[in-house]
């Protein structure tokens, strides 16, 4: 565990705040998310489709949870619960 994450945010007391950024995808990675949640942005680069509630279109609503946890992209594996960028979406809200 890195030494700047905070041990006491947990993803499950979170409302998917990360699911709300702008996730690119890295084509030259382990990337393997299907196709019907992938969009270009900008017409250049691959990113993960949002819907209108700006939620990633991959998480599941009612449970909040990835519905492609197993096939989440590179940034969202890499992505730790309590880390610098987490907890500056958390201030955020």
Known sequence: MSDSIIPDISCSTCRALCCRLEVQLIDDSDDQVPEEFTTLAEG???VMKQGLDGYCDALDRKTMLCTIYQR?????REYQEGDYDCMIEREKL
Do not use: D, K, M, V
């Open 44 to 46: 250049t680069y691959t």
């Open 72 to 76: 989440r992209p590179f940034i969202c």
